[in-house]
């Protein structure tokens, strides 16, 4: 698609970098900020630039924050002593959406890949170390480990789990299974197989 | 959803304000984002804000373009005495696709409609006549009208004709007929009568 100016066109394959955008959307995108006002698209302009320039990182979690210890770390009725170590901001999100934790987190800010580079310094895993060698904010007594089951959380699962062994603390992980609702004739063969071998008492 | 920074929530909103983006691809948008280089967010910020602040108008097809006049009336080989009159930007781009057009435009920015607000001033057919009777930058013989087929399109031709009629110059408009390759039977009524109504030699 030819577009009768270098502005637009540059607009369009800017827009068309965010993820599940194409050309034709990003141009939709683009002929209707050229119908908003300036103000309106100056405020969308600057809301993207402070997602990098104003967004802080909890000291703590590393969890992205507006302030230097995210809400969650400065919750005084979390229990401090149990944290849930997530690949990223999501899972803290999808975690939180349950209801159901009221713990800490550590977000790693990905998992340990050698295929695309990404090593143990590239991540928050020396930083979660010694969270739990310090007990700064609080003493740690259990690591929850909530990766994703792939060969990349699980090597990062490994990894974590040794560097943690010499403190002795209780090191768990999210229960694996069938999902509620789900029919067993549609589960797949490793979660069900999991879901098997990891059996638990009926509470009848 | 709760997010855990009102930056993040403010680049939510605001993404999620172009059309057809809620605030589920607001949000992977954002933490897509976030995970970008500085630079490249940098970039696509600039981008959309020089949609506002850096793009033009051309002269006189008041088409967007980044020069004074655009590269369709600047292109020498296009016939200048024919000006296709139409509502926006994508119709141009629409009728260039088809590439059986070599006139110019017109962009009228909209069209008549009382109940928007939106009358003869705040569209860009005062300069259409100007255009017409000063016969820069080159004389008319025909206007093709090619608004689209609703109230606000029909009173807007009704209009622009009107204004014209001093000018003893052909005018002209789209043929409308059933599509090519559609089904009578699936054809709706309007369309049909018409098509029946303006039917056309047969070309043997």
Known sequence: MELPSKILQDAVDQL????????????RYALHLLEEEESAVRDLSEAILKLKTDLHHCRYCHNISDTEVCPICANEK???????????????????????????YHVLGGVISPIDGI???????????????????APVEEVILALPTTMEGDTTNYYINKQLLPFNIKITTLARGVAIGDNLEYADEITLGRSIVGRIPFEG
């Open 16 to 27: 068309a970098t965010l993820p599940g955008v194409g050309k034709r959307s990003a141009l």
């Open 78 to 104: 979390r229990q401090k002593n149990i944290i849930c170590v997530v690949e990223n901001v999501q899972d803290v999100m999808a975690i939180e959406k349950t209801q159901q934790y009221r713990g800490l």
């Open 119 to 137: 090593g143990v310094h590239d991540l928050e895993i020396n930083s979660l170390i010694n969270r739990v060698q310090s007990g700064d904010p």
